[in-house]
């Protein structure tokens, strides 16, 4: 865990609260969190599900694991210490945009259990919603599809530390939502995490 190091300094409260927030916004923020091996969909899903959303009026954004790192973890690479400073830096964020109202759909391969285990229970500690959604699928099918020939690099010595490969993957044991986009479509899975969002209350 990141630990304090500046100091003279105080949280300084607003007026603002998170019940007038919600009114304003018409919603409940909170963030869905897609985790998932390389290739498993989180990202294409994130993106159909971050256009139905907006379509349906819903303050929504959506964070991409590559994405983030051309800025805000633009200075971090791919050690275990680095993965989890990246997941905390974005856990970060998904709490401000959920305390906000925005409903947050965060993709990444966050292979570390501990490392999202830190992300709830940020959310826990400050009341808002957090959804765990494990995007499931098959290493072979992840393999097969490999769009950016990341697997074929990291098979071939080329990227050392890859995910599923010579990095484990530890699966969520008690996520509130499963997609496994090896037997479910995009529009399948979209429903999937609508129905998850719905029940959560995010977008009421």
């Not at 994130?46 to 379509?55: D, F, K, M």
Request: proline residues 3%.
């Amino acid at each position: 865990m990141a630990q304090q190091v500046a100091t003279n300094i105080t949280f300084h409260d607003g007026n603002v609260t998170r019940d007038e927030r919600k009114a304003c916004m018409k919603q409940t923020g909170g963030t869905v969190w897609f985790t998932g091996l390389s290739a498993s969909g989180k990202s294409t899903i994130a993106v159909a599900l971050e256009q139905v959303l907006c379509q349906q009026g819903n303050p929504v954004y959506r964070l991409d694991g590559d994405n983030i790192r051309f800025g805000l973890n633009k200075n971090l690479g791919f050690s275990a210490e680095d993965r989890a400073e990246n997941i905390r830096r974005i856990g970060e964020v998904c709490k401000l945009f959920a305390d906000a109202g925005v409903v947050t759909l965060a993709s990444f391969i966050s292979p570390y259990k501990a490392d999202r285990d830190a992300v709830r229970a940020l959310h826990e500690e400050a009341g808002l919603p957090f959804i765990e959604c494990y995007v499931e699928v098959d290493l072979a099918i992840a393999e097969e599809r490999d769009p950016k020939g990341l697997y074929k690099k990291a098979r071939a010595g080329e990227i050392k530390g890859f995910t599923g490969i010579d990095d484990p993957y530890e699966a969520p044991e008690q996520p509130e939502l499963v997609i496994n986009t090896g037997n479910q479509t995009l529009e399948q899975s979209v429903a999937a995490a609508l129905e998850g969002i719905n029940s959560a209350g995010l977008c009421s």
